[in-house]
């Protein structure tokens, strides 16, 4: 990770270095916190944060799920995200807004008024997932974990603990020639990858996993968004793992990873092993969108400056309290 200069704390602006909290803190202990990966692209007009307002309203949509009362409102959170942009003057990288219980007691469920604290940081951050360099695909393997079970957990929720599901996966192909793994569901059917949302094609159709056991993903409804562009037909169904050995082609998404193609599962081609031709229209498209080549996405878009901003996007204007001046201490 390359630390850039400020992190915003509870509506304040710390070094990097001593942004820190204390090790008794409840979310450390519980998983009990909140996130979000937001990415943001170096445009013609400046850097430029990719669905800011949705990934907001998941942020508290995730933290509502935990019971947690943020002292933000909407408008409050998105403003700190782009100062906390500004204000470090990285051109593109990686966002992590993070909300958890903190400092207080330890029983597992903590009372109504119960710390809630809130960090933003930001760093340059590359390619996600490791490709096969002479595919430019990655190869996976079925994981022996399922994913998160709808009934154990709010599993349309960001939330922290949710990622030992991830991260268990994940370990079981660590240091192996795998890039990453596919979750299945507990009837067997396909759920998404670590951290990624999964779509396969066939005879030119694509097919994704309906919502229900996966993180609704905001990368995969921009992709079903470029499909319908360009006139390919989206079909969300559950489907087992047979149908991705079947596929012409097959790719992950997410904000991290982007638009990657999938060129094996456990062993198999998908298709020639390359990514195929509809992987990489779709890749091109997403790289021409998050890049503000695309006019008809720019309401996702927040341009950081504002006087070369070429439009602006929405809000819901929830309006709470007012924002905690944001000075910047040395
Ligand atoms: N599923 C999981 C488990 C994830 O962690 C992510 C990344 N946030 C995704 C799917 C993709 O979500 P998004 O497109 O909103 O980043």
């Given at each position: ?132 360099t002479a595919h430019n695909t990655v190869d996976i393997k079925i994981s022996p974990y399922i994913r ?183």
């Amino acid at each position: 990770m390359q630390p850039t200069p400020y992190i915003w704390k509870n509506g304040k602006m710390h070094p990097w270095e001593t942004c820190t909290t204390h090790v008794l803190t409840h979310g450390l202990h519980y998983g009990s916190a909140v996130f979000e990966g937001i990415r943001f692209y170096e445009t013609d007009n400046g850097p430029a944060i990719f669905e800011l307002e949705k990934h907001t309203r998941r942020l508290i949509y995730s933290a509502d799920c935990l019971n947690m009362t943020i002292p933000y409102s909407f408008d409050e959170i998105n403003d700190a995200i782009v100062e906390t942009v500004r204000i470090n003057e990285v051109k593109a990288g990686y966002i992590r807004p993070l909300i958890y219980y903190g400092y207080g007691n330890l029983k597992v469920v903590p009372h109504a008024d119960f710390a809630v604290d809130m960090i933003i940081a930001c760093w340059p951050w590359g390619n996600y997932l490791k490709t096969d360099t002479a595919h430019n695909t990655v190869d996976i393997k079925i994981s022996p974990y399922i994913r998160i079970h709808p009934t154990s957990t709010r599993t349309d929720a960001k939330i922290s603990g949710h990622y030992i599901n991830s991260l268990v996966a994940g370990l079981t192909v660590r240091d192996t020639p795998y890039h990453d793994v596919l979750m299945l569901d507990s009837d067997g059917y396909v759920a998404e990858g670590s951290a990624a949302n999964i779509f396969v094609i066939k005879d030119g159709r694509l097919f994704t996993p309906p919502l229900g056991t996966i993180l609704p993903g905001i990368t995969r409804s921009t992709v079903m968004t470029i499909a319908k562009q360009l006139n390919f037909p989206i079909i969300e169904k559950r489907f087992k793992p047979d149908e991705i050995y079947n596929a012409d082609e097959a790719f992950f998404c997410g904000t991290a990873v982007e638009v990657v193609g999938i060129g094996s599962l456990e062993d198999q081609k998908i298709g020639d092993g390359h990514a195929g031709p509809i992987t990489q229209q779709m890749q091109a498209a997403y790289q021409a969108v998050v890049h503000g080549k695309n006019p008809t996405f720019y309401p996702a878009i927040t341009w950081i400056n504002k006087e070369t901003s070429v439009s602006t996007s929405t809000n819901d204007n929830h309006t709470k309290k007012p924002m905690p001046s944001v000075a910047a201490c040395a």
